[in-house]
């Protein structure tokens, strides 16, 4: 449930109320929105009588969440949340372009790419080093070594780090280099994955299961949430439809739909949605005109010679072009929403 609290509430008020939540054996959620203090309660709510917290001063009003998430979803906060990476802001109007290879290969490869990235205007720099590969006779990563590199890319071009974690064991190395943790679509329900980096302070980017529901989805975001993490980044990057001309089906649909029931960004990775590098420009502009507050692709100094996504890896002249047509896009989209449309 919620507890919203007037408009005038003092802190004290609000302090004794987050009292009575703990000493009720439930975790409390701040939410600061821009007129009202909202705080979640969290925890089994058959044990919870909306009257006890109703009586409270300074309590304008308690209401259930009915949906079985609760921190993630708009009820709880209203404004579009904005993670921010640095110096980087991704949500409510601002967007993002995440772009590096699929696997950080070797020192050239990953400062080269972090130079194109830079060059053309890309936000963060993406890479991974713990690799999930299908196969176990594939290229795995290069683990710590690539996290090393991807840090001197970081120290060259000044971009922050987006980088994949598969393992608990793994989440305190990965936090220690990167920027923002990716948990990938393999791991979107491994639940003590999620819980581990719901205790750090660092934003991670949930990618959507390849066959998870838009429920499920969210629910994954909350057991981050629910630890403490907000800075949370959705991300749409396909899923398995009975299509076989692509990869997989990019879901543009989720988009508005996240957008209404949630106030975490989401992005989308039209890389691994499609599997075709010339399928990357069209999807990536279509999923900023639907609301995508951005885009990852993979993009490698010389894509034909990646280890790992060949085939759906751009060129550093694709990613200029790209980087033009989101750009002019955008000048549009302002101009759609200046005329009131
Ligand atoms: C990746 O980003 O390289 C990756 C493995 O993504 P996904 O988990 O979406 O397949
Ligand atoms: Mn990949």
Known sequence: MIIIMETNSTHEQIENVIESVKKLGFRPHLSYGEEKTIIGVIGDERQITDSYFKSLPGVENVIPILKPYKLVSRDFKKESTIVKVENVLIGNGHRVVIAGPCSV??????????????????????????????????????????????????????????????????????????????????????????????????????KRGMSATLQEFLMSAEYILSEGNYNVILCERGIRTFVDYTRNTLDLNIIPAVKKLSHLPIIVDP????????FVIPLSLAAIAAGADGVIVEMHPDPNKSISDADQTISPEQFADLMKKINALESLIKTWSQNGR
């Open 271 to 278: 890389s691994h949605g499609t599997g075709k590098r010339d």
């Open 105 to 206: 290969e070797n020192e050239e490869q990953i400062i080269k790419s972090a130079q194109i990235a830079k060059k053309y205007g890309a936000n963060l720099l993406r890479g991974g080093a713990y690799k999930p590969r299908t196969s176990p006779y594939t290229f795995q990563g290069l683990g710590i070594e690539g996290l090393k590199l991807l840090q001197q890319a970081k120290k060259v071009t000044g971009l922050p780090i987006v980088t994949e974690v598969m393992e608990v064991s793994e989440v305190e190395i990965v936090a220690e280099y990167a920027d923002v943790l990716q948990i990938g679509t393999r791991n979107m329900q491994n639940f003590r994955l999620l819980q581990a980096v719901g205790r750090i302070n660092k934003p991670v980017l949930l």
